[in-house]
């Protein structure tokens, strides 16, 4: 049985919520960031946008169509909007590592200094579509509030997303070791196997048998992620 997606990523196919617009109009998901996981976009279907947020180059808009691979590194503050039917394969790295808890939503300052708040919003989604969009509302009021800054205060912006990204390391920080074992499993084992076969090259000895596997995506029933409806590649079958 196989135990992973080549290299050690995670891939999801993504459908940008669209079923209402929230408070700013856009039909869009929650604005969030990874402290460790790298990720990319693929566009297959519909039309839309990554919105992207770095201390460093600021905030950027991407368009997304058919075809457009868009990619970014952990750090990296993100929300996805869809124009006309957005549909993605999203690619993570370090084996999905974002939805094992390397992922925190925008609900804003005064949300992250409120715990309880903070986890009222987060599980929101857990009543269902509506929830999920409430959950997408909130966060957009915040994100509305960035915005202003990045038009109004660059500084205060640059400061707000140090904040942002701080927060989120210092939540995640005790899960070390859980992250560590996740990467080890993925990446850093995928790397090993593909080192190996390049030091057998020279070698003579039985050929290999290689795993052919597949798993029935469109099958799954789709989660309420941060960004839409999300039906993650896992449950990979050998085919013999």
Known sequence: MAEGIIGGVGLTHLKVYDQRPGPDDANAGCAHIHALTDEAYFGIAGEGAIELHDVELGFRVVPIVKGTFVQFEAGTLHRSVSSDGLEVMALMGNGGLAERGDARIYFGQEVDGDPKEFERLKDLAKDGLEGALKRRDASTLAYQHLLHLWESDKPAYRLELKRFLGVHQSAIVDRQETFRH???????????????????????????????????????????????????????????
């Not at 196997?193 to 596997?213: D, F, H, V, Y």
């Open 182 to 240: 996740v990467i080890e499993r993925g990446p850093v084992k995928a790397g090993e196997i593909a080192l190996n076969r390049c030091a057998g090259l020279a070698q003579t000895g039985p050929s290999l048998c290689p795993e052919i596997s597949v798993a029935h995506v469109g099958a799954k029933t789709p989660t309420l992620g941060m960004c839409g409806l999300l039906r993650q590649v896992t449950d990979l079958e050998d085919l013999v």
